[in-house]
């Protein structure tokens, strides 16, 4: 297996490059490990451990450039944080479980709990970006490192890693990192927190340093809104109307939530996300 050391360091340094997908060192975990069920989603019915009929021998997808139009856009908004190339290359050092089917069924009851360390340490990762968060950089660099440590262990470790309580100990760090944030702005910050907010009309809204956390904005239009230094990590945006919506400054959005909104040209981004093909 190869010195860890070589691969912790990008993390501790707040590389999110290494935090991003590289389908071409993974096994197509994604297409594998996970279930899912026939939906608006998923055209098909796919039980975990069970890959995926589109699931081609060189593991690349038959119907990549095609999978909202074959009814599977759930694949298109999924974000594996740079799990998938984790798992195959460095916690089974290269092992391929279709060569090696022996590794299988850990391989495919690991992967999901990487993802989730992989997450926290995105937001980690960014939360160590604001610079409103000075106060508390030790604690969150003592929380990535923490993190990056279990994403290391072997297989049999890692399987049985208890994600929800590392979960309870990163959150209230990336709540207070964002409270700080958040308290810049003078005027009043609107807490939506787990809202029911599905099909709000909130165009042009003005929802600066909002705490959205968790809310459900499913088709909620929020065309020209303004989103800067609201938190939305957690928010289903899910077909929300982000046309011209400004969420350059907002916090914890992460890529998979734009994949599955709609916007255009005239919406404004965050570095390092993207706008994605479909708006």
């Given at each position: 297996m190869p010195d860890e050391r070589e691969h912790a360091a990008?993390?501790?340094?707040?590389?999110?490059?290494?935090?991003?997908?590289?389908?071409?060192?993974?096994?197509?975990?994604?297409?594998?490990?996970?279930?899912?069920?026939?939906?608006?989603?998923?055209a098909i019915n796919k039980d975990a451990g069970q890959a995926c009929p589109n699931l081609r021998p060189d593991f690349r997808c038959g119907i990549h450039s095609q999978l909202r139009q074959k009814g599977f856009r759930g694949c298109t908004v999924y974000d594996c944080f740079g799990a998938?190339?984790?798992?195959?290359?460095?916690t089974f050092a290269g092992k391929d479980w279709r060569k090696a089917p022996e590794?299988?069924?850990?391989?495919?009851?690991?992967?999901?709990?990487?993802?989730?360390?992989?997450?926290?340490?995105?937001?980690?990762?960014?939360?160590?970006?604001?610079?409103?968060?000075?106060?508390?950089?030790?604690?969150?660099?003592?929380?990535?490192?923490?993190?990056e440590r279990l994403t290391h262990d072997t297989p049999d470790v890692l399987a049985e890693v208890d994600v929800a309580a590392q979960r309870r100990q990163v959150n209230p760090l990336l709540l207070h990192a964002s409270e700080l944030v958040r308290a810049q702005l003078p005027h009043k910050?609107?807490?939506?927190?787990?809202a029911d907010l599905i099909g709000a009309r909130l165009k042009g809204a003005d929802l600066r340093g909002a705490n959205l956390r968790g809310a459900?904005?499913?088709?909620?239009?929020?065309?020209?809104?303004?989103?800067?230094?609201?938190?939305?990590?957690?928010?289903?945006?899910?077909?929300?109307?982000?046309?011209?919506?400004?969420?350059?400054?907002?916090?914890?959005?992460?890529?998979?939530?734009?994949?599955?909104?709609?916007?255009?040209?005239r919406t404004r981004l965050p570095s390092p996300l993207?706008?994605?093909?479909?708006w």
């Open positions: 990008p993390f501790l340094t707040g590389d999110r490059l290494s935090l991003q997908a590289d389908c071409e060192n993974c096994f197509a975990l994604c297409c594998v490990a996970p279930a899912f069920s026939a939906s608006t989603d998923f998938g190339q984790k798992v195959s290359q460095i590794t299988a069924k850990q391989m495919f009851k690991v992967f999901p709990v990487m993802r989730d360390l992989h997450e926290l340490l995105w937001y980690l990762t960014q939360a160590l970006t604001f610079q409103a968060a000075r106060p508390i950089h030790d604690e969150l660099k003592h929380a990535l490192a923490e993190t910050k609107k807490d939506r927190r787990g459900y904005l499913i088709g909620a239009d929020l065309r020209g809104a303004d989103l800067r230094m609201a938190d939305l990590i957690g928010a289903d945006l899910r077909d929300a109307d982000l046309r011209g919506a400004d969420l350059t400054e907002s916090i914890f959005l992460i890529q998979s939530q734009l994949d599955a909104a709609r916007g255009d040209d993207t706008r994605p093909a479909h």
